[in-house]
Nanobody, 115 residues
Framework: QVQLVESGGGLVQAGGSLRLSCAAS????????MGWYRQAPGKQRELVAT???????NYADSVKGRFTIFRNTPKNTVYLQMNSLKPEDTAVYYC?????????WGKGTLVTVSS
């Protein structure tokens, strides 16, 4: 009933910026939290940033000061603004949402940062 669709990934040069979007659709009463995770080749999936229904945010140390998570609540959409991108940011980025005590995941969008 609920689907998450990410968009905005692509190829960017080091130091550049990208903005990722994740739209939730379906039968949604309320979203407790949404977040972004990423998985680089040969590495485990890791948390990037989260935002709760109350607006509290949390970031991985590696992206603090460079990435910003924000939301458009009426549209059930969360964004990740990524600035000052580094080659080590290269990964598949996944959207996650806690909706009515269930976890949902998007299929991912690839971000590639070249040196």
């Amino acid at each position: 009933q609920v689907q998450l669709v990410e968009s905005g990934g692509g190829l960017v040069q080091a130091g550049g910026s990208l903005r990722l979007s994740c739209a939730a659709s379906g039968t949604i009463f309320g979203i407790n939290a949404m977040g972004w995770y990423r998985q680089a080749p040969g590495k485990q999936r890791e948390l990037v940033a989260t935002i709760t229904s109350g607006g509290s945010t949390n970031y991985a140390d590696s992206v603090k000061g460079r990435f910003t998570i924000f939301r458009n609540t009426p549209k059930n959409t969360v964004y990740l603004q990524m600035n000052s991108l580094k080659p080590e940011d290269t990964a598949v980025y996944y959207c996650n949402a806690e909706i009515q005590f269930r976890d949902y995941w998007g299929k991912g969008t690839l971000v590639t940062v070249s040196s």
